[in-house]
Structure formats: C-alpha cells, structure tokens
C-alpha cells in the first residue's frame, strides 16, 4: 500500500491558516493524481541517456510507433502538471474561504449602488480576512475616499478599511475585532468627501 507523506509533517504549524488551507488544496490533488504509471515495457526498453547524447549522424531512428508511445507519454505528463499548477495558483490577493457573505444596498446617497462583503475564517491570533465587491459607486473627487464600518446599534463605530473606487471595486480587508460585540452583519459603507471625517454619510448598509 502507497504511503502518503502527513500534511501536517510537511508544512508545519507556522503557516497562516489561509495559506494553509491553499497549500492543503494542493496537497490532497497531489494525493489524489498518485504516483506516474510505470512505464511499459516499449518505454523501459529505450537506451537512455546513451542514445540521447550520442552523435545525431549515424543514430539509429526509433520506430514510428514508439515515438508515439513516447510522445503521448510526454503529453500526458504535460497536462497532469499543468493542472496541478494551476490549482495551486490559482488564488488571488483578493481571494478567500468565505465563511459567510452580506448583502449590502444602496441607501438614498447612493440608489444604484450594491456590494457584497465576504468573511473569511479567522486565524489563531484573532485576525479575520474579509473581501468587498462593491459596483454602482461614484468616484469621489481627489481627497475623497470610501470607509467601511462595523456597526453597534446601528451606528458605525469601529473602521475596517479605507478604499477608493473606479467602476466596479474589489478590495481585500484584514481586521481584528470580537465580532459578538457589534451588530450581526452590521457593516455599512460611508461616503467621505474631501475635508470631511465624520462616517455620516452612509451609502451601502445590509440589505434587509
């Protein structure tokens, strides 16, 4: 029975637990694909690397039919590795898990506007991951920029980031707060003009 190598033991206990997770994707398609099929018995057959490096004039030519072998084998190799490498870079800075996912619209500020906010899992030092998409926002003259809060009663009262927009945004967000002590799904959005600070003017907040 083939023996696989324990995630644990390879990757350790020091990797953030996004990473982790990508790296544990990658690991268990690995796992999955198995070991190469042995080669057969044309194949074994072939001298190499002698003949490979012998001089070109006077080398004898392999049959039509294991050269198919050959480069149907090479192909297939191709193709196994290229998919196993586009699953492990597959992800993007603004990629994650998401564990959860809250819809936000538009308020009078902003009719058109829309976005979601996505959570991903936090790690073990209490920082949690989170990505905006948002689409129907303008763009704030120079000075101007986008908060996005939590929420106590209804009201913003702890930041989570600041952004600009240009069309439809996605933006990656890291914060760090207890999540029970603020409202559920109680993240809104506030326009802040140039000179103006107070996040008093929402835009996005949870839809209903």
Same mark, same amino acid.
């Given at each position: 029975?083939?023996?696989?190598?324990?995630?644990?033991?390879?990757?350790?206990?020091?990797?953030?637990?996004?990473?982790?997770?990508?790296?544990?994707?990658?690991?268990? #398609?690995?796992?999955? &694909?198995?070991?190469?099929? @042995? /080669?057969?018995?044309?194949?074994?057959?072939?001298? $190499? *690397?002698?003949?490979?490096?012998?001089?070109?004039?006077?080398?004898?030519?392999?049959?039509?039919?294991?050269?198919?072998?050959?480069?149907?084998?090479?192909?297939?190799?191709?193709?196994?590795?290229?998919?196993?490498?586009?699953?492990?870079?597959?992800?993007?800075?603004?990629?994650?898990?998401?564990?959860?996912?809250?819809?936000?619209?538009?308020?009078? #500020?902003?009719?058109? &506007?829309?976005?979601?906010? @996505? /959570?991903?899992?936090?790690?073990?030092?209490?920082? $949690? *991951?989170?990505?905006?998409?948002?689409?129907?926002?303008?763009?704030?003259?120079?000075?101007?920029?986008?908060?996005?809060?939590?929420?106590?009663?209804?009201?913003?009262?702890?930041?989570?980031?600041?952004?600009?927009?240009?069309?439809?945004?996605?933006?990656?967000?890291?914060?760090?707060?207890?999540?029970?002590?603020?409202?559920?799904?109680?993240?809104?959005?506030?326009?802040?003009?140039?000179?103006?600070? @107070?996040?008093?003017?929402?835009?996005?907040?949870?839809?209903?």
């Amino acid at each position: 029975m083939r023996q696989v190598p324990d995630f644990d033991d390879l990757i350790g206990g020091d990797v953030p637990a996004e990473e982790r997770e990508r790296l544990r994707r990658t690991h268990d #398609l690995l796992v999955q &694909a198995g070991p190469p099929p @042995e /080669l057969s018995p044309e194949m074994e057959a072939v001298p $190499w *690397p002698d003949d490979a490096l012998a001089p070109l004039y006077g080398r004898k030519r392999k049959p039509a039919g294991q050269r198919r072998l050959l480069l149907a084998a090479a192909l297939a190799t191709a193709v196994v590795i290229g998919v196993l490498l586009g699953q492990a870079t597959s992800s993007s800075p603004t990629s994650i898990d998401a564990r959860r996912a809250i819809k936000l619209h538009g308020t009078e #500020l902003a009719r058109n &506007a829309e976005g979601t906010l @996505e /959570l991903g899992k936090g790690d073990r030092h209490g920082n $949690w *991951p989170m990505v905006l998409h948002v689409k129907n926002l303008k763009k704030l003259p120079n000075g101007g920029y986008y908060d996005l809060y939590l929420t106590r009663n209804g009201k913003p009262l702890v930041l989570c980031g600041t952004f600009n927009v240009d069309g439809e945004t996605v933006v990656r967000f890291t914060a760090a707060y207890d999540l029970d002590r603020f409202d559920r799904n109680g993240w809104v959005v506030t326009r802040q003009p140039r000179g103006h600070h @107070e996040p008093d003017q929402i835009v996005l907040k949870p839809a209903v």
